[in-house]
């Protein structure tokens, strides 16, 4: 599995990549970053008014992953916020096309479960994947993740809804 690391991305680095201003969003973040997440402004925004609402939101949102030892961003991933009243955080991610069927995905979720499974406040970890995201079901196969619904959302449609229960839960 490749190596990689997350660097999150501050409020500047946020608004530099809303703004198209990558030159901006390498500087906030102190790495350069890539076309690939200036073209993902919708969810920076998103994320954005996820932070402004609650600064813990920082912590759990999306980050730049980077490849290392080349040192080059591959994509984001992060969870869609802190745990819910619940306990329950989601996972996304996503790689950049130009580095995909490398394993990244999959190091990308391995490394949000370690994270999640290292936090006492979180009890389960969720994924929304539409059926036909035949990439998305591969990476969390095997990952302890079983369907338990569905759900319509209102950007992707139908989604699957799948759970994993926490470390030692």
Same mark, same amino acid.
């Given at each position: 599995?490749p190596?990689?690391?997350f660097?999150?991305?501050s409020p500047?680095?946020?608004?530099?990549?809303?703004?198209g201003d990558?030159?901006?969003?390498?500087a906030?973040a102190g790495t350069p970053?890539?076309?690939?997440l200036?073209d993902?402004?919708?969810l920076?925004r998103i994320?954005?008014?996820?932070i402004e609402a609650?600064?813990?939101?920082a912590?759990w949102?999306a980050?730049?992953?980077?490849a290392?030892?080349?040192?080059?961003v591959?994509g984001h991933?992060?969870f869609h916020g802190?745990p819910?009243?619940?306990?329950?955080?989601e996972?996304?991610?996503s790689?950049?096309?130009?580095? &995909?069927?490398?394993?990244?995905a999959?190091a990308m979720?391995?490394?949000?479960?370690e994270?999640?499974?290292?936090?006492?406040?979180? *009890?389960a970890?969720?994924?929304?994947?539409?059926?036909? +995201?035949?990439?998305?079901r591969?990476?969390?196969?095997g *990952?302890g993740? &079983?369907?338990?619904g569905?759900q319509w959302?209102?950007e992707?449609?139908?989604e699957?809804v799948?759970?994993r229960p926490? +470390?030692d &839960?």
């Amino acid at each position: 599995m490749p190596d990689i690391r997350f660097v999150q991305l501050s409020p500047a680095a946020l608004a530099a990549l809303i703004d198209g201003d990558l030159d901006a969003a390498s500087a906030a973040a102190g790495t350069p970053l890539s076309q690939f997440l200036v073209d993902e402004a919708w969810l920076w925004r998103i994320r954005l008014a996820d932070i402004e609402a609650d600064p813990r939101a920082a912590q759990w949102i999306a980050r730049a992953v980077v490849a290392e030892p080349e040192g080059v961003v591959v994509g984001h991933a992060g969870f869609h916020g802190p745990p819910d009243a619940d306990g329950v955080v989601e996972v996304a991610y996503s790689v950049d096309p130009a580095f &995909r069927r490398r394993g990244y995905a999959k190091a990308m979720l391995r490394a949000l479960l370690e994270r999640a499974d290292d936090d006492r406040d979180v *009890t389960a970890v969720r994924a929304s994947i539409r059926p036909d +995201n035949v990439g998305s079901r591969a990476v969390i196969a095997g *990952t302890g993740f &079983r369907k338990i619904g569905e759900q319509w959302d209102p950007e992707d449609g139908l989604e699957d809804v799948f759970l994993r229960p926490g +470390n030692d &839960r």
